[in-house]
């Protein structure tokens, strides 16, 4: 095998009473990445495609070849490799994107390599990835994007990630308003003490949230989808979302939050017909204020990052 | 009918990370509660057994008769019903003592009547009777009692309460010291705020130990059983508790935590032997204090309250 080209999916991280230990990923919308063996030794981003020239092509920047960069020196591999990276996320979303191509970037890797490592143990090389990304080694993104489903990120310290069950007939539609924000910021307007009585609110929602996903309780699963920690000082940063959350519970969705930091907002349904209608509807709000807005629809993807080609 | 007389266990609430919204139930261990139509009209608490004379025989203090006159104002029943009461349980312990009365109560009226209510819809009034007996209407030591297994408590604005699964296997041992805690004192130890931080991770060990539980992990359910919120408070109430934790952790015990407001410790074992194990451990420790202890090794019970005999 001389080239092998791997996808990794969009997912959805801070999954609302989730906030830093739950992410999901969906399907379809993701990035891919080509690797492939060079007679030059180490490691070179040959191309990128799709990021209107944003991304950084130094090894040591960009997120593809710093996740296959750690993963080469753990298997003290000498040799040469090409990486060619396609973009299918736009960046600063609150999609996952980074995590998207350090994890496409690993799955091709191991795959080019014969697959001398099992698919959870790429996890850590996409967290120090993650950390040259966002300042911080989360696992939120690139737990699920690699795993599939919704994962579970219970502790760093030992790392302890569990992927959850996800019920049938979940679908999830992700709007992406056309402006940026900065995850420091979105950091920033969090409070560092919480009251107690909203720690144990949070604490049943989340655990709400699990059994819903277990049982495949659709109603417990949407009463359960309520973020009293970061939603409430993050929100205010999305104009339009208090309306958008009102909106598409009416119209029959589960319920919603901000994905990662923002400013796209996830909105979970029970079915397909349900998460075109909120769609339609998250528009409107959008195009109303003046904003363009990216709409997406999808199921919850369950197998992570995969090969798709390979010659 | 003319007689009933029903069973409930006792319970262990604030299960660790599941502070203040998980709670389950045991076997065995519980109160008896004997109902009888009455030829004059009204409520009326007849006899009490096994309480050393603790309990008052006042209708509207005594949890069973609030619970049960609750319930027949709900139904406006007019006719007579005595009620007996059998302690099996100590009180002040932390093992859900006030609510096995109320809940055994409620179970054997109900039949008495001819089961007009819906075994969750009783839940309502047991919570009335915890209201008088603890000063606040807490739902987990009633919901498990009621309904067995792992319950959660998920809100109480609207109540939303939810069966979680119980893993084969799974074994419970009651270390309670002969000391008295009083629940008033041991919320007042608690901190009102919470570093965001600490939030955090309650989060992640709750929503693992949910995980635990339905994927029926042991080793999730003991990296879980965690809490950071409650427990570096109340522990110090507790002489040997740091001590118990630790030696039953080495002894193959998943974990530990105080039950409901102390001083009973409950310990989690993934079997029947190594409950036993840590019940001799803890009694040593306790022993070694110059304290008596009562032990009650026992699986996890999944009916909740029941009928034992009707006439």
């Given at each position: 095998m001389k080239k092998v080209t791997a996808f990794a999916p969009a997912t959805v991280a801070n999954v609302s009473c989730g906030f830093d230990i739950l992410g999901f990923a969906v399907e379809?919308?993701?990035?891919?990445?080509?690797?492939?063996?060079?007679?030059?030794?180490?490691?070179?981003?040959t191309k990128i495609e799709g990021d209107q020239g944003r991304l950084p092509y130094d090894v040591d920047k960009n997120t593809c070849s710093v996740a296959v960069k750690a993963m080469l020196e753990k298997l003290d591999f000498q040799g040469?490799?090409?990486?060619?990276?396609?973009?299918?996320?736009?960046?600063?979303?609150?999609?996952?994107?980074?995590?998207?191509?350090?994890?496409?970037?690993?799955e091709a890797t191991n795959r080019l390599l014969g697959n001398p490592l099992d698919k959870k143990d790429l996890l850590p090389f996409a967290m120090i990835a993650e950390g040259v990304?966002?300042?911080?080694?989360?696992?939120?993104?690139?737990?699920?994007?690699?795993?599939?489903?919704?994962?579970?990120?219970?502790?760093?310290?030992?790392?302890?990630?569990?992927?959850?069950?996800?019920?049938?007939?979940?679908?999830?539609?992700l709007v992406h308003p056309h402006f940026e924000l900065n995850t420091a910021d979105s950091r920033s307007v969090l409070r560092q003490q919480v009251p107690l009585k909203d720690a144990i609110i949070q604490s049943g929602n989340i655990a709400g949230l699990v059994a819903g996903l277990f049982q495949e309780d659709m109603g417990l699963?949407?009463?359960?989808?309520?973020?009293?920690?970061?939603?409430?000082?993050?929100?205010?940063?999305?104009?339009?979302?208090?309306?958008?959350?009102e909106a598409i519970k009416e119209a029959g969705a589960l319920g919603c939050g901000i994905s990662g930091s923002g400013p796209t907002t996830f909105i979970l349904s029970p079915s397909r017909e349900i998460a075109h209608k909120v769609s339609d509807i998250s528009q409107e709000v959008?195009?109303?204020?003046?904003?363009?807005v990216d709409l997406y629809v999808s199921a919850v993807n369950i197998r992570g990052a995969y090969v798709i080609n390979e010659e």
């Amino acid at each position: 095998m001389k080239k092998v080209t791997a996808f990794a999916p969009a997912t959805v991280a801070n999954v609302s009473c989730g906030f830093d230990i739950l992410g999901f990923a969906v399907e379809e919308l993701g990035d891919r990445v080509t690797v492939t063996f060079s007679e030059e030794p180490g490691l070179k981003v040959t191309k990128i495609e799709g990021d209107q020239g944003r991304l950084p092509y130094d090894v040591d920047k960009n997120t593809c070849s710093v996740a296959v960069k750690a993963m080469l020196e753990k298997l003290d591999f000498q040799g040469g490799i090409e990486i060619h990276l396609t973009k299918g996320l736009p960046l600063g979303s609150g999609m996952g994107s980074s995590a998207a191509s350090s994890v496409a970037a690993l799955e091709a890797t191991n795959r080019l390599l014969g697959n001398p490592l099992d698919k959870k143990d790429l996890l850590p090389f996409a967290m120090i990835a993650e950390g040259v990304a966002c300042g911080a080694p989360h696992a939120d993104n690139v737990a699920p994007s690699l795993l599939g489903g919704f994962v579970l990120v219970r502790s760093y310290d030992p790392l302890d990630v569990t992927k959850l069950h996800v019920p049938n007939g979940l679908y999830c539609t992700l709007v992406h308003p056309h402006f940026e924000l900065n995850t420091a910021d979105s950091r920033s307007v969090l409070r560092q003490q919480v009251p107690l009585k909203d720690a144990i609110i949070q604490s049943g929602n989340i655990a709400g949230l699990v059994a819903g996903l277990f049982q495949e309780d659709m109603g417990l699963i949407s009463r359960s989808l309520q973020d009293v920690i970061a939603e409430p000082s993050r929100a205010v940063l999305i104009p339009g979302y208090e309306e958008i959350k009102e909106a598409i519970k009416e119209a029959g969705a589960l319920g919603c939050g901000i994905s990662g930091s923002g400013p796209t907002t996830f909105i979970l349904s029970p079915s397909r017909e349900i998460a075109h209608k909120v769609s339609d509807i998250s528009q409107e709000v959008f195009n109303k204020m003046g904003l363009e807005v990216d709409l997406y629809v999808s199921a919850v993807n369950i197998r992570g990052a995969y090969v798709i080609n390979e010659e």
